[in-house]
């Protein structure tokens, strides 16, 4: 069984602090990973994706992959009360030539003014 | 970016009715459109991939008699809920993905049924 683990939180930050997100995999065979946000009662929307190790920033986004480790992660620098919602971690397997997504619980993510 | 559209946003209907929802990608083409579920305080539910022109792939648990799904474009994808019952009542997300790219979520319909 494939996995993606999440710790679900809550998360909480004061607003301006660096938020934290992590996440773990299972399948050593993983090629793409993606962060998603997720408002309540809304679908997720795209904020990175990340394909190789090392950092990758985008504004207060930065995501972080270590495939040695198994673990991809989010900092959200300077965080604000909008960025309050869920965070989905996602990996794309390679399933019989086709990339399948797997998603994680999700961390719910509270910025406090 | 990329925009997927999903139809209707929301939708009541009797049990024993069925139901389809319909999924777009508005401005690329997508080989693969994905169909989720997520009950409330739950994570995505994998429900079936869908490749055009080909038979959907459901995931174990997932009836296929049931869920019916059609990907008769690369545009295009529906999902049909057939004979609904109120355990069916859910937020039903589709996904589409173009070539070796990135998914994009549909804005979600949620399904409730009397």
């Known amino acids: 069984q494939k996995e993606v683990e999440q710790n679900s939180g809550p998360l909480s930050v004061p607003e301006g602090a660096i938020a934290s997100l992590n996440c773990t995999y299972s399948d050593r065979g993983s090629q793409s990973f993606f962060w998603y946000r997720q408002y309540s009662g809304k679908s997720p929307e795209l904020i990175m994706s990340?394909?190789?190790?090392g950092d990758k920033e985008d504004g207060r986004f930065t995501a972080q992959l270590n495939k040695a480790s198994q673990y991809v992660s989010l900092l959200i620098r300077d965080s604000q009360p909008s960025d309050s919602a869920t965070y989905l971690c996602a990996v794309n397997e390679e399933a019989g030539g086709s990339y399948i997504p797997t998603f994680g619980r999700g961390t719910s993510l509270i910025v406090h003014p | 970016g990329a925009v997927v559209s999903q139809h209707p946003s929301r939708v009541i209907c009797k049990s024993g009715t069925s139901v389809k929802i319909e999924c777009r990608s508005l401005?690329?083409?997508?080989?693969?459109m994905f169909w989720y579920r997520q009950f409330p305080k739950q994570s995505l539910m994998l429900m079936a991939t869908?490749?055009?022109?080909?038979?959907?792939?459901?995931e174990q648990g997932v009836e296929k008699d049931k869920f019916l799904i059609n990907h008769a474009s690369l545009t295009l994808s529906t999902l049909t809920v057939t004979s609904a019952h109120p355990e069916d009542s859910s937020f039903y997300i589709c996904?589409?993905?173009?070539?070796?790219?990135?998914?994009?979520f549909g804005p979600g319909t949620r399904l409730t049924v009397l």
């Open positions: 401005d690329f083409q997508a080989t693969t």
């Open positions: 990340i394909y190789s190790n």
């Open positions: 996904s589409a993905r173009p070539v070796g790219g990135e998914q994009f």
């Open positions: 869908s490749n055009e022109g080909s038979k959907a792939t459901y």
